[in-house]
């Protein structure tokens, strides 16, 4: 069975950082592309972050880029997110997600799916 299950949100000010984590059991997430995206109330859920399957490659929601920074430690088979410079805009449910062919933006094309972990970022 799989799961991924995030961990690491939280409440921060804003400036502040965070690092999420991302736990895969049943699949090997060095054979996987991988995102994290979000979904902050009343909203769609959103693209942040993603990396190709061999992590060649790291794709960016512009209003991230040069603050978030994805990553993977094959070893402990986990996916993190490190968010810096934090803002207001950046308050949302976080998930992490594997696609089940190449690495894309679109959510319908992942089908692993975590439980997200809720990052609130205060003013």
């Known amino acids: 069975q799989v799961r991924l299950v995030e961990s690491g949100g939280g409440l921060v000010q804003a400036g502040g950082s965070l690092r999420l984590s991302c736990a895969a059991s049943?699949?090997?997430?060095?054979?996987?592309?991988m995102g994290w995206f979000r979904q902050a109330p009343g909203k769609d859920r959103e693209f942040v972050a993603g990396?190709?399957?061999?992590?060649?490659?790291?794709y960016y929601k512009d209003s991230v880029k040069g603050r978030f920074t994805i990553s993977r430690d094959n070893a402990k088979n986990t996916v993190y997110l490190q968010m810096n410079r934090l803002i207001p805009e950046d308050t949302a449910l976080y998930y992490c997600?594997?696609?089940?062919?190449?690495?894309?933006?679109?959510?319908?094309?992942?089908?692993?799916w975590g439980q997200g972990t809720q990052v609130t970022v205060s003013s």
């Open positions: 990396m190709s399957w061999n992590g060649g490659r790291t």
């Open positions: 997600a594997a696609p089940q062919g190449p690495w894309t933006n679109y959510a319908t094309e992942y089908g692993y």
């Open positions: 049943g699949l090997t997430l060095s054979n996987y592309a």
